[in-house]
């Protein structure tokens, strides 16, 4: 079926301007999302990508203020460099030490923020309305920047314990250490365990999925050309929720096992749409919505 947008409105000598900064950038769907969005609320406003190479992206997220942007989106490889080049940053960009969002303000400054974690969360929630954070364990898979923005996001929303899985122990170890201390909680005596972060060995991961409310895959296994996740789902609840930040194909393979042996299951399409409602409100002044509609035009492009 084709989506089509009404509303369309030319843009004039007052448009708002936002974008989308990365290297390369040619494949970002975040500006059909945001043009969607620009002509259903009928917005004198642009949202561009704008290719930069990483030794220019200082300099250019430096330009921002100057070329009258009201900010933009950040993606790969640039979350880092743009945390180390804002001038100021929002407590949760701080922790994933990584901005996905900058938004100049009033008076011309730069300030960062990182909406990855409020993505994920409010696509679990909005696809599975029942479950809570603070209900049981989450088993995390992956140790990246992605998985950063994930175990952020569930700590904060009352996770008791994360159990973190990663071919690479020293990363997860790395991320535990950085993100898992609990002041309030003290540490275990399990060198593995870093307050409510729980590092499971690659060899026993399987072992981690025990009473588990959530599993969650952060790594780049399951997409487009991957093989699938390498995880035996036996030891999982059936009631515990599975999610795939991957999202091409929308039904990774750890779905589709997920589904099969009747666990509610969650798709990756929503972290991407979510994580940007909080932008394109700070640049265009509008709350926007995430619908069907607009998932089936973000995912035809
Ligand atoms: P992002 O920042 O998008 O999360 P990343 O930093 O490249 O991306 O992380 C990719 C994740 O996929 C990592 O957790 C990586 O594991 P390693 O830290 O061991 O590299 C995981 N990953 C990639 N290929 C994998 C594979 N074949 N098996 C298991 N995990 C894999």
């Known amino acids: 079926m084709t989506t089509t947008v009404t509303n369309r409105v030319m843009i004039t000598g007052k448009a708002k301007l936002a974008g989308v900064m990365g290297w390369p950038i040619g494949h970002s769907r975040s500006p059909r999302l945001h043009g969607y969005w620009l002509a259903q609320y009928g917005i004198d406003g642009a949202y561009v990508p704008l290719a930069v190479a990483p030794d220019r992206a200082e300099q250019a997220i430096r330009a921002l203020p100057a070329l009258g942007f009201r900010g933009c989106n950040v993606t790969v490889p640039l979350k880092e460099i743009a945390f180390r080049t804002v001038d100021l940053l929002d407590p949760v960009a701080r922790r994933m030490g990584a901005v996905n969002t900058i938004v100049v303000d009033e008076d011309g400054a730069l300030v960062g923020g990182n909406t990855d974690g409020f993505g994920f969360l409010e696509n679990v929630k909005a696809g599975c309305p029942d479950w809570s954070a603070e209900r049981g364990p989450a088993v995390v898979v992956g140790a990246g920047g992605a998985a950063r923005a994930v175990v952020v996001a569930l700590l904060d929303a009352g996770a008791p314990e994360v159990r973190l899985i990663n071919r690479t122990a020293a990363r997860a170890e790395e991320l535990a250490a950085d993100l898992g201390a609990d002041p309030g909680a003290g540490l275990g005596s399990d ?9 499971v060995d690659w060899v026993s991961r399987e072992t981690a999925l025990d009473g588990a409310g959530l599993l969650v895959n952060t790594t780049t296994q399951g997409m487009a050309g991957q093989p699938p996740l390498d995880l035996r789902l036996d030891a999982l609840p059936v009631s515990a929720l599975v999610n ?48 069907p509609d607009l998932t089936r035009f973000v995912l035809e492009g």
């Open 191 to 199: 060198p593995a365990t870093t307050g409510r972060v729980t590092v």
């Open 244 to 291: 795939d930040i991957v999202y091409a194909p929308l039904e990774t393979p750890l779905l589709a096992a997920a589904r099969a042996r009747g666990n509610p299951v969650v798709d990756g399409i929503g972290m991407l749409l979510h994580q940007a409602r909080p932008g394109f409100q700070a640049w265009f002044g509008v709350e926007p919505q995430v619908t």
